[in-house]
């Protein structure tokens, strides 16, 4: 069954350090999402990318932040320079039709 | 912005008995709700949805119900499993032709008594 893939599972950087979170989508689908979910809070939107562009971000988007689709296939979050506050896990979604979405198995990012 | 809440944080059930989840929506724009379960440091899966043409969506042993004028949403699942016991998020979007964003409420840990 297809199914959307992350990597790396953990990961631990320190603050002020840039990583890039790594996402591959089901093959057919056309719209990706990032989001994360810090420990014992809801989930929340980050972003959302079609026709190779950011198509919605949220509040937490901010410039410290983008994504990228560079090879058709992969979809990458960078955050720049990270913050405590980034700690969290960020899960990757697509969707063939922009309705409902396949999550993956998300990433746990810790900035210490 | 609590535009999804989901009020009760966990719920016991009885396997064998009825699972009744319920979520409440703020946004009038909303069209489309779903329903995700999640395991720990798992990602959400997908479950069940229901768009606001319809009052019920049936899939096997899980139903959602959509009350548009009251702005409610529950999940039934019946009967209930152990397997089932995982954190249950409603979702709600509304049309968009860049994607929907997905708007989450806080979740409710169910835990099935075998």
């Known amino acids: 069954e297809p199914e959307v893939t992350q990597t790396p599972s953990h990961q631990v950087t320190q603050m002020g350090q840039e990583v890039i979170l790594r996402c591959v989508p089901i093959s057919n689908h056309l719209y990706f999402y990032w989001y994360r979910q810090i420990l014992g809070q809801k989930v929340e939107f980050l972003v959302s990318f079609y026709n190779n562009e950011i198509s919605e971000k949220s509040e937490i988007f901010d410039d410290q932040f983008s994504v990228e689709r560079p090879d058709g296939s992969n979809f990458t979050l960078k955050i720049r320079s990270t913050k405590l506050e980034d700690s969290a896990m960020y899960f990757c979604a697509s969707s063939v039709s922009g309705f409902g979405a396949f999550f993956g198995q998300g990433t746990r990012l810790t900035v210490v | 912005d609590q535009q999804v809440k989901q009020n009760s944080p966990s719920l016991s059930v009885q396997e064998g008995r009825i699972s009744i989840l319920n979520c409440d929506y703020t946004n009038s724009m909303f069209d489309y709700f779903l329903w995700y379960k999640k395991y720990p440091a798992e990602g959400p899966t997908f479950l069940i949805s229901?768009?606001?043409?319809?009052d019920k969506n049936e899939d096997g042993r899980f139903t959602v119900f959509l009350n548009k004028s009251a702005k409610h949403l529950s999940l039934h699942i019946v009967p209930s499993q152990p397997g089932d016991s995982a954190v249950y998020f409603c979702a709600a979007s509304y049309l968009s032709n860049t994607g929907n964003q997905f708007y989450f409420g806080t979740g409710t840990s169910l835990t099935v008594i075998p």
């Open positions: 229901i768009s606001s043409i319809k």
